[in-house]
């Protein structure tokens, strides 16, 4: 292989791993709290990207302004849906909370449905036009038909680009959310000793709230740049993503947010790098993650950074 | 007080009940198919096969305690094997235009299998690949089952995309001869309660309870969790792969779309097991019914409607909303459903009567 392909790869692998990654941090910080996988997690993604769809082109907002509608929508949409759901499940077993999790994850497909329709609509000329150039880099030029095409290069869209520098920005933000605001700090706390917490005199299913919050505009962003990668949307949108983002989070170590990054950019680099190696297994591209997930909890069941955890009786 | 009554019945009259009870359902049968129109008949069929489905997701997950969401997954191997073993040589042919079918399965030895037979080799295949899932993932805590069987499931879907020769990729089977009658999907429903009901009966199931109620505690007593997990697993997929045959045998075309034997499908059985109660196989067939019931009779939102002159256009999809809505307010408000935890036996409808009976002579 090339390098320039091999880089190219590499490239592509990041961008792809990075939106997991966005997605992902929602699942680990829901799961460090309530123990739960919050399957609605996807379905807030694919809603976060409907937000912004129509927000720009049904209302006519400015881009800038379909976005923040789009993440502030997610953030709305996952409160509530804790609110509703979750809140009177607290106390009910695990497996209960899991199929309501299902349960609502099938709500909010089967409303994008009914809202939106099932045909997948194009998000091309939404976004505006600095979203969709592509920069080329090394290369040799070559004359064809009386015009100069570029071959052997590295392309690079720049949404890649934008995606690493807003990738960037969010995890900076989420850091200085979770390390040095008091909310962050009892996002923590709440993860580490939910009865203790409460006795300190703050409030759990404010500060669930809170992390519900959080994690659904990580989300939307995820989501808001994917539809600039893939540009198209449909209510089954978020399944996929969703699936790979929470085994992202599982090959990390669930309850860790940085083992969410990590998972997230090497599911992204595996799944570009496996299919670039064998092309001829492209069609089997969605199944590399569970199989990749199914191998590293057999030999590490807490996954790459997560704690191991002892069940005291 | 009074003294306690005796609440049970013996065993030999419960036998007795049971095959009087059977002999009802195939006169009842028997009456239905002279009388009912071919389309009520099979709303019937159907009821039989998501019964299977219900039941064999119920082992798994109410009497065991893990939660797969890869229900589909068995069921669209058990679809795909004991379809492709009933289909004729011919009909094979007709259908995969793409790129032909592979060698095993153009041969005649491979084609035109009684429909029995077929079943129990979907059946089988589909018992053996819970095993191959089972064995990695039972090691790991209840959550991660959740979503590797569901990831499981999807690579089903995929592979059964993809294996143009096998299985004719995204065109699916076609032409599948339309077996399953009231008979066949009511006969394997029996067979599945009598064989899932004695196991939850037994030592086995006794153990699964206490494994689903405190696997820490069961370990304690000396029950292998694994072997026991595994094996309930195991036995749900083999019925799954049954239910699986059935079903596209009263389909006669499948396709791997995930509405058909996807994601959509172990939500549908979900549904089913949660209006039931989880944890009851009674439960899971009365949950069965009502969803087959329940999914013809809300038709009537998805196609237009004519109110005070104004024709409303139908909305796809608001079957489903229907549904899910339904789900989570049970899952809520309803968390026992119908039967809770509790089986339809004769000695619980004994028990019944008599209190009834208690009631109506000494008040309270």
């Keep these: 292989m090339k390098i320039e392909i091999f880089v190219q790869h590499v490239i592509n692998g990041l961008s792809l791993g990075l939106l997991y990654a966005l997605i992902a941090v929602g699942y680990t910080m829901v799961y460090g709290i309530l123990k739960l996988i919050n399957f609605a997690h996807g379905e807030i993604f694919m809603m976060s990207i409907f937000f912004t769809f129509y927000a720009i082109t049904l209302f006519g907002f400015p881009w800038w302004l379909g976005m923040a509608v789009g993440i502030a929508g997610a953030a709305l949409l996952g409160m509530s849906v804790d609110k509703i759901a979750y809140k009177p499940l607290r106390n009910a077993p695990r497996i209960s909370a899991l199929i309501t999790a299902i349960g609502v994850s099938m709500f909010l497909q089967s409303l994008a449905i009914v809202i939106f329709g099932g045909i997948p609509e194009s998000f091309r000329n939404v976004f505006p036009e600095f979203f969709t150039k592509i920069f080329t880099i090394g290369g040799e030029v070559i004359e064809a038909r009386g015009r100069e095409i570029v071959v052997n290069a590295i392309r690079i869209p720049s949404i890649t680009i934008i995606t690493f520098a807003v990738t960037l920005i969010t995890f900076l933000i989420l850091w200085f959310i979770l390390y040095r605001t008091k909310a962050g700090m009892a996002m923590r706390a709440v993860s580490m000793d939910t009865k203790a917490v409460s006795l300190m005199g703050i409030s759990i299913n404010k500060t669930i709230g809170m992390t519900f919050a959080l994690g659904s505009a990580l989300a939307a962003v995820g989501g808001i740049l994917w539809v600039g990668k893939y540009p198209q949307v449909w209510p089954m949108i978020g399944f996929m993503p969703g699936l790979k983002a929470f085994v992202a989070a599982v090959i990390g170590g669930i309850g860790s947010v940085a083992g969410a990054v990590v998972g997230g950019i090497l599911l992204g680099l595996i799944e570009i790098l496996a299919v670039g190696l064998m092309p001829q297994m492209a069609g089997y591209r969605d199944a590399f993650a569970f199989i990749l997930l199914i191998v590293l909890l057999s030999f590490r069941p807490s996954g790459i950074m997560g704690k191991k955890e002892l069940v005291k009786v | ?364």
């Design chain 2, 1 to 364: 007080m009074m003294a306690m009554e005796k609440k049970t019945i013996s065993v030999k009259t419960q036998i007795i009940l049971t095959v009087l009870f059977i002999v009802g359902v195939c006169i009842l049968f028997f009456i239905a198919e002279e009388n009912l129109n071919s389309y009520m008949i099979r709303i019937v069929s159907l009821i039989g096969i998501f019964g299977i489905m219900a039941v064999s997701l119920t082992l798994i997950n109410g009497v065991s305690g893990m939660l797969s969401l890869g229900h589909a997954g068995f069921i669209a191997i058990g679809a795909y094997v004991a379809a492709l073993l009933t289909m004729s040589v011919q009909q094979k042919e007709a259908s995969f235009i793409l790129m032909g079918v592979a060698f095993p399965i153009n041969t005649e030895a491979l084609s035109s299998i009684p429909f029995f037979w077929a079943t129990i080799a979907g059946g089988s295949v589909a018992a053996l690949m819970a095993f191959v899932v089972g064995w990695p993932t039972m090691r790991m805590s209840g959550d991660y089952l959740a979503i590797t069987s569901l990831g499981f499931a999807e690579i089903i879907r995929i592979f059964l995309l993809n294996w143009n020769r096998i299985t004719n990729g995204s065109l699916g089977l076609k032409g599948i001869p339309s077996y399953t009658n009231i008979w066949w999907s009511w006969g394997w429903l029996l067979i599945t309660l009598l064989i899932i009901g004695s196991f939850a009966k037994s030592s086995y199931g006794r153990a699964l309870r206490a494994i689903r109620d405190d696997p820490i505690a069961a370990k304690a007593m000396g029950i292998n969790v694994f072997k026991h997990q595994l094996t309930s697993f195991v036995m749900g997929g083999f019925f799954a792969g049954v239910a699986g045959s059935l079903y596209a045998h009263w389909l006669t075309s499948i396709d791997p779309k995930p509405t058909t034997l996807g994601i959509m499908l172990t939500f549908n059985i979900l549904i089913m097991i949660v209006l039931g109660g989880l944890g009851s196989l009674s439960g899971a067939v009365l949950g069965a019914g009502l969803f087959a019931v329940l999914s013809e009779f809300l038709r009537f939102v998805e196609s237009d409607m004519t109110l005070f002159g104004f024709t409303i256009a139908g909305i796809s999809g608001m079957r489903m909303l229907v549904f899910s809505a339904l789900f989570i307010i049970i899952m809520i408000f309803w968390q026992k459903g119908i039967m809770g935890r509790n089986e339809l036996t004769w000695n619980a409808l004994y028990r019944t009567i008599s209190r009834f009976k208690r009631g109506g002579n000494h008040g309270k």
